[in-house]
Nanobody
Framework: VQLQASGGGLVQAGGSLRLSCAAS????????MGWFRQAPGKEREFVAA????????FYGDSMKGRFTISRDNAKNTVYLQMNSLKPEDTAVYYCAASNRLTGPLNRISRVNYWGQGTQVTVSS
């Protein structure tokens, strides 16, 4: 299984970025997908998730209203649209996947595949 994340970069506060994660080696349409992030010196935290069965989305509290997760099963890709970015959003963002069918991918314990991470830096 491979999860290839891309789209990170440097952006000013208030700006937007769109992350992509292309998955291979799994049945994407039956895989829960999500994003987590980790800032320097902090624990990895949940950002957003989307279920394989209903397309239901879940967000971390500080991301609600600013971030949108979506998926394209035809392209085996999950996206994270990030708007109104803040300096505190600066982190390495990791794509995550689970085909264990254990529920929303909003917990690290439910993840069984990780991408390599993409850096997002928001300047003030």
């Amino acid at each position: 299984v491979q999860l290839q994340a891309s789209g990170g970069g440097l952006v000013q506060a208030g700006g937007s970025l769109r992350l992509s994660c292309a998955a291979s080696g799994l049945t994407f349409s039956m895989t829960d997908m999500g994003w987590f992030r980790q800032a320097p010196g902090k624990e990895r935290e949940f950002v957003a998730a989307i279920s394989w069965s209903t397309g239901t989305t879940f967000y971390g509290d500080s991301m609600k209203g600013r971030f949108t997760i979506s998926r394209d099963n035809a392209k085996n890709t999950v996206y994270l649209q990030m708007n109104s970015l803040k300096p505190e959003d600066t982190a390495v963002y990791y794509c995550a996947a689970s085909n264990r069918l254990t529920g929303p991918l909003n917990r690290i314990s439910r993840v069984n595949y990780w991408g390599q991470g993409t850096q997002v830096t928001v300047s003030s």
